[in-house]
Nanobody, 115 residues
Framework: QVQLVESGGGLVQAGGSLRLSCAAS????????MGWYRQAPGKGRELVAR???????NYADSVKGRFTISRDNAKNTVFLQMYSLKPEDTAVYYC?????????WGQGTQVTVSS
């Protein structure tokens, strides 16, 4: 059974930083591109960043230059380092494979940025 467990969210002031982690079951991690997604209140879920199995990355324009996605294949973990956070980054953040699969969504981790 696939499990994706996100952690690292919290409350931070604008301009602050957070580092999110996602622990993935080994059966999917090594062969899949992984993504971080987010869902803000009243909005749909959007892709924030993705990373291929080989380490190539891609970012949404809204986070480019502020967020960095990385992965540790030995630990089956993907990270999202977030700098210069803005109130509009407030959302529940999820990891999933890329492209996402409905049955892989976890609980997510809440990120709240105060102004």
């Amino acid at each position: 059974q696939v499990q994706l467990v996100e952690s690292g969210g919290g409350l931070v002031q604008a301009g602050g930083s957070l580092r999110l982690s996602c622990a993935a079951s080994g059966s999917i991690f090594s062969i899949n591109a992984m993504g971080w997604y987010r869902q803000a209140p009243g909005k749909g879920r959007e892709l924030v960043a993705r990373i291929s199995s080989g380490g190539s990355t891609n970012y949404a324009d809204s986070v480019k230059g502020r967020f960095t996605i990385s992965r540790d294949n030995a630990k089956n973990t993907v990270f999202l380092q977030m700098y210069s956070l803005k109130p509009e980054d407030t959302a529940v953040y999820y990891c999933n494979v890329y492209p996402w699969r409905e049955d892989f969504w976890g609980q997510g981790t809440q990120v709240t940025v105060s102004s």
